[in-house]
């Protein structure tokens, strides 16, 4: 008994040591949880209820600003076209990444220059992007209609035409799909070639052994690029704020959450209402995300590794 | 980390599976056609690009367009550093993104180190908050931050692109826990029975052992540093203190059509760094993100 209490002694303070060098370690992160992440998360919770324009202090206003969001015309439109684009960018990422994996896993001569070159627009700057992609849309003298026209398009006014603003972003967000090739490339040469051959041996066609086989087992990898892909298109700024100067035109078409988000704190300095914005924006991502993973349950295969 | 994608066994396993049946002549043809296709996608932006900066003024309206411009204006980049102020800019983004890229490694790797290699208890249970706070947007706390900035008297300065770095970001950490765990306990058990302490440890065994997975985060780093926007967007005012990304947005708006040429220029260059990065360092490249999807 003695022996027991003294060896849980001997553990507990040698537990307290470990708990002091291990916190030491994080400690850095301790505190930017606290000051980058707590703080500012609850901060804006309690701003979204204020009103704030900001350089006075925040006055206490209860559910005004998200009863005056739902009121709000052009935040109605942010609404719509944040996901208008999330549900146009996200599927034909997801489908056109998985598609040039597959092509690149099969035997292609030339694989690291095919690689390299479907992975240089995910690593070029967003801003220089946006500024080459602007003058590509441009309707008279652009790129991208001059091309269509090889193939007896007429091509619309892309930025310039509100029917067509949102299509030109979900196109551009193609382009930078390298990324997640490279990372479904890596899931795909970690599925079993065992399984591949047996299912051959078996008769099952090239379709059959795709749909059976390849997808489920890398489709952890395509849950986790899902996710990340939606939060990111929730949040689409950047592309946006430089094309349009900000402005979210023609007639509020690219006027993502993000951005009025943006005008409502440093165009018109209404911090609060902005907090509000930016509390539905999170939990939009959150009630996806939660979503993703419910509906996923059933058709996500985590045996693979 | 072994997720090479050149290697014998991946080519073989390629060669192997189903494509066997699919590699008649009219498969291999339709399978690098739409490669091609792609390929093409890809690279006329960059080509274009490219192209537009050696450009005559003359010549950005024409249609159709021009590839070859004729004669190639290669002043269009003294021009950008002339009248785009071209190179403060990129000064700008060294003075912010070397001190950022230092920070982000020595952070990340201290408190990955405390997740990985420290037997503390209830460690996985805040192993699980840094998880769970990668979800929280950006946009979520950017305002009580700015207000943060404005209170300390930092606006307009480079410490708030700076320092939150120096305090870990939980992709690096997860990312850093992931390679540390894997390494063998072994390595480590010598050093503990001889009594080094865990700091020691830290620097004079793990560190060295974790170079391919430093040099991932450092990548990164450099990346996310180099192509921010929103961050010098929302704490810079002075023109003169912008950061590239903010720079050449800045030159697309104050300059019109006529300037683009030398615009392209200085968008040309602002990507040449990262490019050359990509081409010495490929192999890191390809396999953090790889590694980046896998263990997710």
């Known amino acids: 008994m003695t022996a027991a209490a003294s060896s849980f002694r001997f553990s507990s303070s040698r537990d307290r040591r470990r708990l002091a060098t291990g916190l030491l370690f994080i400690s850095p992160w301790i505190l930017g949880f606290i000051v980058f992440r707590v703080y500012p998360f609850l901060a804006s919770l309690y701003y979204s209820f204020t009103f704030y324009p900001v350089l006075r202090s925040p006055r206490w206003l209860g559910w005004d600003n998200y009863v005056n969001l739902f009121d709000d015309p052009r935040f109605l439109i942010s609404l719509w076209n944040s996901t208008y684009y999330a549900l146009g960018a996200v599927p034909l990422g997801t489908l056109f990444g998985i598609l040039l994996a597959m092509l690149l896993n099969m035997r292609v001569r030339g694989l690291s220059a095919f690689r390299t070159i479907f992975f240089l627009p995910s690593i070029t700057p967003i801003v220089a992007a946006a500024i080459v992609w602007l003058w590509m849309f441009n309707p008279r003298s652009g790129v991208v209609n001059y091309l269509l026209s090889f193939v007896g398009i007429n091509g619309p006014a892309w930025l310039g035409d509100p029917q067509w603003a949102k299509a030109a972003l979900i196109l551009m967000s193609i382009w930078s799909v390298g990324n997640a090739v490279v990372i479904y ?19 099952a066609n090239a379709m059959q052994k795709i749909w059976n086989i390849t997808l489920p087992m890398i489709s952890p990898v395509i849950l986790f690029n899902v ?11 950047t592309q946006v704020h430089v094309m349009t100067d900000g402005r979210g035109s023609p007639a509020d078409s690219t006027l993502m959450m993000s951005i009025y988000l943006y005008q409502s704190a440093f165009e018109f300095f209404k911090m609060g209402y ?6 539905i924006l999170f939990l939009i991502i959150v009630v996806f995300t939660m979503v993703l993973f419910r509906v996923s349950g059933r058709l996500v295969y985590y045996g693979g590794r | 980390m072994a997720t090479s994608l050149d290697t014998p066994r991946a080519q073989a396993a390629a060669s192997t599976t189903g494509v066997q049946r699919l590699s008649r002549p009219l498969g291999e043809t339709g399978k690098y056609l739409v490669l091609a296709l792609f390929s093409a996608f890809f690279m006329i932006p960059l080509v274009w690009m490219v192209s537009t900066s050696l450009k005559n003024a003359e010549e950005l ?16 980049y003294v021009t950008a550093f002339v009248e785009g102020s071209l190179g403060g800019y990129l000064w700008n983004t060294v003075v912010v993104t070397v001190p950022s890229v230092i920070g982000a490694v020595l952070s990340n790797a201290l408190i990955a180190y405390g997740f990985a290699r420290v037997q503390w208890p209830g460690r996985d249970y805040v192993f699980a908050v840094v998880l769970a706070t990668m979800i929280l947007p950006d946009f979520v706390t950017f305002i009580p931050l700015y207000l943060i900035f404005r209170d300390l008297n930092w606006l307009n300065t480079y410490y708030p692109l700076i320092l939150p770095i120096f305090l870990g970001s939980p992709f690096f950490i997860f990312l850093l826990r992931q390679f540390l765990m894997a390494l063998p306990a072994e390595l480590t058990d010598a050093a503990h029975v001889d009594g080094a302490s865990e700091l020691l440890i830290f620097l004079r ?23 921010d926007y929103f961050g010098p967007l929302i704490y810079l005012s002075d023109v003169d203190k912008y950061t590239i990304s903010l720079g050449i947005a800045n030159m697309e708006s104050a300059y019109g059509f006529s300037n683009f040429a030398w615009i392209m220029a200085a968008t040309c260059m602002s990507i040449l760094p990262i490019i050359l990065l990509f081409f010495f360092a490929q192999r890191t490249f390809i396999e953090g993100i790889a590694l980046t999807g896998l263990k997710g």
């Open chain 1, 227 to 237: 996710i990340v892909g939606l939060i990111a298109a929730f949040q689409f700024f």
């Open chain 2, 205 to 227: 065994i793990v560190i060295p052992l974790a170079t391919p997975a430093l040099a991932v985060v450092a990548l990164f780093q450099f990346i996310g540093s180099w192509n």
């Open chain 1, 274 to 279: 902005a907090s509000a914005q930016a509390w």
């Open chain 2, 61 to 76: 309206p024409l249609y159709p367009p021009i590839w070859i411009p004729d004669p190639i204006r290669w002043d269009n």
């Open chain 1, 185 to 203: 490339l890596a899931a795909l040469q970690d599925v079993p070639r065992e399984l591949l051959e047996a299912s051959s041996l078996d008769g």
